[in-house]
């Protein structure tokens, strides 16, 4: 099993940044991808960022692009999400979630998920 635990949400004005923190432990050689999701009251679900630990390959979501950035520290099991020009649209629980995908792909489908963590952006 793997657990994940985010952590970095919180409550900020419309043009600030943040930086989320997704924490991996357990049998951590059981995923090569950890992806971003995020969800908004009343939406679905929406992959924001993606990121293959292998060769460091990255998708974004149109509408964080050039805003967002996915990264990680392989030694600390620790991904982050770089998260600049905020907007109101983008409140909402932010969930990391880790699976295995061919090089340069995102996984189709995620193993693991964590919590999530509260995102608010305020006008």
């Known amino acids: 099993q793997v657990q994940l635990v985010e952590s970095g949400g919180g409550l900020v004005q419309s043009g600030g940044s943040l930086r989320l923190s997704c924490a991996a432990s357990?049998?951590?050689?059981?995923?090569?991808?950890v992806g971003w999701f995020r969800q908004a009251p009343g939406k679905e679900r929406e992959r924001v960022s993606c990121?293959?630990?292998?060769?460091?390959?990255?998708y974004y979501a149109d509408s964080v692009k050039g805003r967002f950035t996915i990264s990680g520290e392989n030694a600390k099991n620790t991904v982050f999400l770089q998260m600049n020009s905020l907007k109101p649209e983008d409140t909402g629980i932010y969930y990391c979630?880790?699976?295995?995908?061919?090089?340069?792909?995102?996984?189709?489908?995620?193993?693991?998920w964590g919590q999530g963590t509260q995102v608010t952006v305020s006008s």
């Open positions: 979630a880790a699976g295995f995908a061919s090089r340069g792909n995102c996984p189709y489908e995620y193993d693991f």
């Open positions: 357990g049998r951590t050689l059981e995923y090569n991808a």
């Open positions: 990121m293959h630990s292998g060769d460091g390959s990255a």
